[in-house]
């Protein structure tokens, strides 16, 4: 594992990469595809993520694209929040940030130095990855990673990273203010409440998660039936289950749970 800090500004020819069509689709569905054919066309790479961090919550995925016909990255990066983000060797690099302001970091990572094996094989050999280079923003608790990945046999030359690093501070910030876009769309949503019960309350399992996101949206158990496609027998055993695993018993006390 290879990591250096990211200092000074982007240079003149790291502004110009279609940054103008990149902040006009800021915080809109299309950005994360228009941010991977741009970063391709420079990086080369095969899937790009990016992951915002919060203290005591999973990891939420602002992003993620591949090359190919099939959109894989997604649910890899799902599978990295839900079962892998503890096993990250980018973990490392935090304590020696100091978290009282802003700081940037990029970081070369390889599948062979992952020791977890269902880590390396889930997130790189079973989609034929092996190099990644990481871009890496803290302040205070929170932190923004941009995941720039190559397919075996194709590693990053110091080039390629000093191409990376150029651009890093740029990359970040629109990455950043794209998250920041789209926390604010899904405030009050389905997807903003199942990620802050998967980040408070991860014995819940994924049905009994979606299921209690859906009672805090004010959905009866009829309409949950609906939306998840699930028999409402299915719907009141899931919700039984997860506040007996949480030690509630009433709509209020999850709202508090999740809200406070």
């Known amino acids: 594992m290879w990591a250096q800090r990211l200092i000074g500004l982007p240079s003149p020819a790291a502004d110009t990469f279609g940054l103008t069509d990149l902040i006009e689709h800021l915080g809109t ?15 080369k790479a095969s899937h790009l993520t990016a992951f915002a961090f919060e203290p005591h919550q999973r990891p939420r995925v602002v992003l993620a694209e591949n090359t190919g016909m099939a959109p894989i990255a997604r649910g890899v990066a799902d599978q990295y929040c839900r079962d892998y983000w503890r096993h990250d060797l980018a973990n490392r690099v935090l304590p020696q940030i100091n978290r009282e302001g802003r700081q940037s970091w990029i970081l070369h990572t390889q599948a ?6 269902d880590y390396r094989r889930s ?5 034929s990855l092996d190099h990644r280079v990481s871009l890496i923003e803290t302040k205070g608790n929170r932190a923004l990673r941009i995941n720039i990945y190559r397919s075996e046999g194709e590693g990053f030359t110091n080039e390629d990273i000093q191409r990376i690093a150029e651009r890093g501070h740029l990359l970040l ?10 926390l604010a769309d899904r405030r009050h949503s389905f997807g903003y ?11 819940l399992t994924q049905r009994e998660t979606e299921v209690c996101a859906a009672i805090i949206l004010g959905l009866t158990s009829e309409g949950i039936s609906l ?20 030690g509630i018993s009433s709509q209020n006390e999850l709202m508090r749970l999740v809200l406070n």
């Open 29 to 43: 569905p299309t950005f994360p595809a228009k941010l991977f054919r741009t970063t391709f066309d420079w990086a």
């Open 173 to 182: 910030a629109l990455t950043r203010r794209h998250a920041d876009y789209g």
């Open 193 to 203: 409440y199942r990620d802050r019960l998967a980040g408070v309350a991860p014995v």
């Open 227 to 246: 939306e998840l496609g699930v028999r409402l027998n299915t719907v009141l055993t899931y919700k039984k289950r997860a506040y007996a695993r949480l």
């Open 123 to 127: 997130c790189y050999t079973s989609v």
């Open 112 to 117: 062979s130095e992952i020791a977890h094996s």
